[in-house]
């Protein structure tokens, strides 16, 4: 599938949300989670619908999302043939599951990192995309502690000090920097 024809819907949904508004003075957040889904459970819908909680407890208006997939070739590298659900079921399972906590009219799925846009690229060019489209609506990392102890380097911190993820609350006890906001599901 090819970006722009699959991401034009989710901007469209975005574009409705905000003339649904009512109160413009809330400053406007969209949230990216990134990553294979492969598969998608409920838990990732559920790290989004906690996300939305904390963010509308903050005073932000949460305008829309993605789930910002990676692509077949990617997940059949990192997973082996056999193993990798392909992009179309990976995103029919993120439906589901984002139908099970009512977001499906809020939260999309994107092939940015389809387009050669590993995870940074594709939160740097969905917040690029948003602002050209829509204004002045922020992006919001969304990701795992575990996420933050695999990925290391020059670009990663870049994303994190952009963005300033929301981290889901780990079993592992991390200890995180204080500048990160968790959140628990």
Known sequence: MDFPHAIDHEFEQIRQNLACLTDHSQPKVAIVATGSFNPCTLLHAKLFDAAVKHLKQKGKCV??????????????????????????????????????????????????????????????????????????????????????LRESGWNHFQVLMAYRPLVAASEFNLTLPPWLEVITT
């Not at 940074?120 to 990701?143: M, N, P, W």
């Open 63 to 148: 305008v829309g999302g993605w789930f910002a997939m990676s692509t077949d070739r990617y997940v059949q590298r990192k997973l082996g043939e056999s193993k990798a659900i392909p992009c179309e079921h990976r995103e029919a399972l993120i439906k589901l599951a984002l139908n099970e906590f009512g977001l499906a009219d809020l939260i999309g799925v994107s092939y940015a990192e389809t387009r050669g846009h590993f995870y940074q690229g594709a939160v740097k060019h969905l917040q690029e995309e948003l602002k050209t489209r829509f204004g002045d609506i922020s992006v919001v990392y969304l990701c795992g502690s575990i996420h933050l």
